[in-house]
C-alpha cells in the first residue's frame, strides 16, 4: 500500500509566490526525500532529511519534518516558472532497503 | 559522469506482445531500482537488484515481468505477454548504498509504454 501521501494534489500560484506542499507517511522511517518530476522528465532529487532532523535547507527550498505525526512540508519560496512540476515525498524505512513513493503534488507557477 | 539512462524513451505495443526495457545504471552503483507510474497514481516500487541478486522483488505485479540483471551492471525488464494495464511510465533508478543510509536514488528520464 502507499506509504506516502502529498497533499495536495495540484497547487497553482502566481509566480513569486510561495508553494507549500505536505506529506504524510506511516511506518517509521529512516529518512524522507522530496523529488521533482518535470513534464516527461525523470525524477530529480531535491532534499533529504533524516529522521533525527526537523528542518532543512537547500536554496529557496525548505523541508520540515515531524516524525510524532509522521509528516513533512516542503516549502519553495518565490517560486519562478520554471518550478512548475510534480512534487514527490519518498520515505526509506529504517529496515527497509527502498524508497516508497506517493502520487506527488503538481504545482504550476503562472507567469 | 552520465546518468541513468533507460532505453526506449517510449514504446507503444500491442497487447499480447513482448516488450524489454533496459537500464544502464551509474558505474559503480551497485543497488538498481524498477519503479513504475501508471496515469497519475503513485510511483510504485517493481524490484530491487544488488549488483546481480534480487533484493527485494515484492512489487513485481505477476508473472508477466520478468527482470535481470546479468554481471551487475546494465537491467533489462521483460513484460511478456504485455496486458493493457501494464501501461505507464517505468523508471529505473540506482544508488551507491541502501537507501535506508541516506543517500539519494539517481533516477533515469523513465520509458513511457503505452499498451495499445
Known amino acids: 500500500s502507499q506509504q506516502g501521501e502529498e497533499d495536495p494534489q495540484a497547487l497553482s500560484i502566481q509566480e513569486g509566490e510561495n508553494a507549500t506542499m505536505n506529506c504524510s507517511y506511516k511506518?517509521?522511517?529512516?529518512?524522507l526525500q522530496w523529488y521533482r518530476q518535470n513534464s516527461g522528465r525523470g525524477l530529480v532529487h531535491l532534499i533529504l532529511?533524516?529522521?533525527?532532523?526537523r528542518e532543512k535547507h537547500s536554496g529557496r527550498l525548505r523541508v520540515t519534518l515531524d516524525t510524532s505525526k509522521k509528516s513533512s512540508s516542503l516549502l519553495i519560496t518565490a517560486s519562478r516558472a520554471a518550478d512548475t512540476a510534480s512534487y514527490f515525498c519518498?520515505?526509506?524505512?529504517?529496515?527497509?532497503?527502498?524508497?516508497?513513493f506517493g502520487a506527488g503534488t503538481t504545482v504550476t507557477v503562472r507567469a | 559522469e552520465a546518468g541513468v539512462t533507460q532505453f526506449p524513451s517510449h514504446s507503444v505495443i500491442e497487447k499480447g506482445q513482448t516488450v524489454t526495457l533496459r537500464c544502464d545504471p551509474i558505474?559503480?552503483?551497485?543497488?538498481l531500482y524498477w519503479y513504475r507510474r501508471v496515469m497519475g497514481k503513485e510511483i510504485k516500487f517493481l524490484l530491487h537488484?544488488?549488483?546481480?541478486?534480487?533484493?527485494?522483488e515484492s512489487g513485481m505485479p505477476n508473472n508477466r515481468f520478468l527482470a535481470e540483471r546479468t554481471g551487475g551492471t546494465y537491467s533489462t525488464l521483460k513484460v511478456q505477454p504485455a496486458e493493457l494495464e501494464d501501461s505507464g511510465v517505468y523508471f529505473c533508478?540506482?544508488?551507491?548504498?541502501?537507501?535506508?543510509?541516506?543517500?539519494?536514488?539517481?533516477f533515469g528520464q523513465g520509458t513511457r509504454l503505452t499498451v495499445v
Open positions: 558505474s559503480g552503483h551497485d543497488n
Open positions: 511506518t517509521s522511517i529512516n529518512n
Open positions: 533508478a540506482s544508488s551507491p548504498l541502501f537507501l535506508a543510509r541516506g543517500t539519494e536514488a539517481f
Open positions: 537488484f544488488v549488483k546481480e541478486s534480487k533484493q527485494d
Open positions: 519518498a520515505t526509506a524505512g529504517s529496515n527497509d532497503y527502498k524508497l516508497s
Open positions: 532529511i533524516r529522521s533525527n532532523e
